[in-house]
Structure formats: C-alpha cells, structure tokens
C-alpha cells in the first residue's frame, strides 16, 4: 500500500520537474554558442599559451600559496583552542592542540 503511493508520488514529482528541464535545456540550447576551438582550450587548460617552464612557475606558486593558506588556517584553528582554554582558566600542561 504506502509503496505504491510513494512511487505515485515520485512520479508526479518527476513528471513536474521533467516539464520545466525541458524547456530550461530548451533555452540552454538557443543561448549556446559554438566555441572555437581556442576557447575550448582557454576552458580545459588555461595556461596553455604559456611555455612549459612559465606554466611549471605559475603552477608551483599556486601550490604554495594554496599549501600556505592550509597551515595558516590550522595554525588560527590551533591558536584560539589555546586562547578558549586561557579565557577558561584552564591552561593545562599539555594543551590540546596536539591530539
């Protein structure tokens, strides 16, 4: 009984929802352009104009910038559990910071 009445309901759900995708592809589909084949490139890889020893540059700074902003992030995380603890009056030995 309450099986059935789900898959009516998903159905109709679907039903709805299938009316409205098709006219959004619709749309989608007029307000498409044909990219050529240098903005296919620009969008899979964007450095590809550069020389191989820039893009490697541009790629190692990226990376430690992203690496930097990971241990800055943790550092902060690890800076206000000691600062919680200092505001409780509950400096321990051993903060918890290292678990």
Request: hydrophobic share 25%; net charge positive.
């Amino acid at each position: 009984g309450d099986n059935n009445n789900n898959n009516d309901n998903n159905r109709k759900r679907k039903g709805g929802r299938d009316g409205d995708n098709d006219n959004d592809a619709r749309k989608r589909a007029a307000a498409m352009k044909v990219l050529t084949p240098d903005e296919v490139r620009d969008a899979i890889t964007p450095l590809w104009r550069l020389p191989y020893e820039e893009q490697l540059k541009v790629k190692t700074r990226e990376m430690i910038h992203k690496c930097s902003m990971k241990i800055i992030k943790e550092i902060k995380g690890k800076f206000r559990i000691l600062e919680q603890e200092a505001r409780r009056g509950q400096r321990a030995k051993c903060p918890k910071i290292y678990e």
